[in-house]
């Protein structure tokens, strides 16, 4: 037994609750792993709420994002000991993920814990953070360089946002923070951006095409926002866009593609492949700065994460939220899987 989180749905309904969870829930894999650290994302709240099929098989523990510590192995690649970061692999979804003391996984969807971080942090960072990264990296790869122009990053006070801008700062780049939240400025700017706008200059219905403002976009929101977003980016720009939080539509036109040259790059976190994803999480050991990533980060215990989860979905949650899966429990309670 171990103590977690479990989204079950029957007669009674969907609900999500903090309990003691049979080994048997852990599902199939070759690594079983001890974990100290996980998060909350954006998909998490959603997994937790119900708000959207997020989570495709029941019972399930939620939470795509963990990090922790190897205790038994038949994968060649893992030993009991070893420390590793999980992100994506519909871990969380139809395979149970990090929002407990306990997971079981395949051992080719883990990544190596980089030596200059902590368990903590990697969860700091998660999956908002490697997903930024990402982003990053497109826009790098597409030949974006500093001087080329200001960098738009939308839901900037969230955790890709929050992240992205920290690392686009630190590389050099000038970056524009668009942000529902005008009082945020001075966070936003202690992380790195430059200015910010409201994010209602790119919220509506916009023309197809705008004023050139951009050289690259990271883009969470989607909807609206991406669409204005493409219509201001400059000649031959570049738009990475890797999240929904306004919508999944797009409703834009093709005029910023075949009169402008302009690329949109589609960041996929979630089945990324292996190498991609010790890329980015090599970049983040070398381009992140850590006292930037403590600033936008927040940690609550287990107990918690069902609340917080409602509240991110809410846009009320600041930057990055880190789960102490052994924080709040009650007296007894602990991991015996593996043992």
Not at 91 to 115: F, I, K
Not at 201 to 230: I, Q
Request: proline fraction near 4%; glycine fraction near 14%; aromatic fraction near 6%.
């Amino acid at each position: 037994m171990f103590t977690g989180i479990l989204v079950t749905k029957d007669d009674a309904g969907y609900r999500a609750t903090l309990q003691d969870i049979d080994d048997s829930l852990l599902g199939e894999g070759d690594v079983t792993l001890r974990v100290e650290w996980s998060t909350l994302n954006y998909k998490d709240g959603l997994a937790i709420t119900g708000q959207s099929p997020v989570v495709r098989r029941f019972p399930l523990v939620p939470g795509i994002d963990f990090a922790g510590t190897v205790v038994h192995s038949s994968h060649p690649a893992w030993r009991p000991g070893d420390q590793a970061i999980l992100n994506g692999w519909g871990v969380g979804e139809s395979h149970s993920g990090g929002l407990a003391q306990m997971a079981r996984v395949h051992g080719d969807w883990l990544v190596d814990l980089p030596p200059v971080f902590s368990t903590r942090q990697a969860m700091a960072i998660g999956t908002a953070g490697y997903t930024a990264m990402l982003c990053v990296l497109a826009l790098e790869k597409h030949g974006i360089r500093p001087a080329d122009g200001e960098i738009l990053v939308t839901g900037a006070n969230g955790g890709v946002g929050s992240v992205a801008i920290a690392l686009l700062a630190g590389l050099g780049y000038t970056v524009v923070a668009s942000t529902g939240r005008p009082a945020e400025a001075d966070y936003l700017q202690s992380l790195g951006a430059a200015r910010t706008i409201d994010r209602a200059e790119l919220g509506t219905p916009g023309k197809p095409l705008g004023k050139e403002r951009w050289a690259g976009v990271v883009d969470a929101v989607g909807s609206h926002t991406l669409a204005n977003a493409c219509a201001t980016t400059k000649y031959r720009g570049a738009v990475a866009a890797c999240g929904l939080a306004g919508g999944m539509d797009f409703p834009a036109s093709v005029a910023p593609f075949i009169l402008r040259g302009i690329t949109l790059y589609g960041i996929d976190s979630v089945m990324a492949p292996l190498a991609l994803r010790q890329q980015a999480w090599q970049r983040l050991a070398s381009d992140l700065d850590v006292a930037k990533l403590e600033a936008i980060t927040q940690e609550i215990g287990l107990s918690e994460a069902i609340a917080v989860g409602t509240e991110l979905l809410k846009g009320s949650v600041r930057g990055r939220v880190v789960v102490d899966v052994q924080r709040g429990l009650a007296a007894g309670s602990g991991p015996h899987a593996g043992q």
